[in-house]
């Protein structure tokens, strides 16, 4: 089976004399999909983004909230372990996250009203819906 091109199958590539080869990394960026769209994947993953809204504590679990932070006061001298759960509100979307964040007690503020931990973290006694304290646990019982 003879083709039209026999004579010329396996003869090398020509090459140019005035250039050199392009290195194959950049040969390869050559045939990179092309974004159109650019930050779309961005936005729809970001829009994807699940978020949480803030729960409102009802009367009681706000007065035993109270009940433990007013512990919590008379015993930061001791800067006892605590466990906080609060909420994060999202910068880019309505709604947040629920965050706990674990440490030892270093005060706890009226103004700004803000629990501030040994590692320096502050969090502010609003966003806060639950403690978890071993001190809590001996003042409860």
């Given at each position: 089976?003879?083709?039209?091109?026999?004579?010329?199958?396996?003869?090398a590539?020509?090459?140019s004399?005035?250039?050199?080869?392009?290195?194959?990394?950049?040969?390869?960026?050559?045939?990179?999909?092309?974004?159109?769209?650019?930050?779309?994947?961005?936005a729809?993953?970001?829009?994807?983004?699940?978020?949480?809204?803030?729960v409102?504590?009802?009367?009681?679990?706000?007065e035993?909230?109270?009940?433990?932070?007013?512990?919590?006061?008379?015993?930061?001298?001791?800067?006892p372990?605590?466990?906080?759960?609060?909420?994060v509100?999202?910068?880019r979307?309505?709604?947040?996250?629920?965050?706990?964040?674990?440490?030892?007690?270093r005060?706890?503020?009226?103004?700004?009203?803000?629990?501030?931990?040994?590692?320096?973290?502050?969090?502010?006694?609003?966003?806060?819906?639950?403690?978890?304290?071993?001190?809590?646990?001996?003042?409860?019982?």
């Open positions: 089976m003879s083709g039209v091109y026999d004579d010329i199958l396996h003869l590539r020509p090459q004399k005035k250039h050199r080869p392009m290195p194959m990394e950049d040969r390869a960026a050559q045939f990179l999909p092309f974004a159109a769209l650019t930050g779309y994947d961005a729809v993953s970001e829009t994807a983004r699940l978020t949480e809204a803030r409102e504590l009802d009367p009681q679990e706000a035993r909230l109270g009940a433990r932070l007013a512990v919590l006061v008379k015993r930061q001298q001791e800067q372990e605590l466990s906080l759960l609060y909420y509100p999202d910068a979307k309505a709604g947040g996250a629920y965050v706990t964040v674990s440490g030892r007690l005060k706890i503020t009226d103004f700004p009203r803000c629990i501030y931990l040994t590692d320096g973290s502050r969090i502010p006694i609003e966003d806060i819906v639950a403690v978890e304290s071993p001190c809590l646990r001996e003042n409860m019982d």
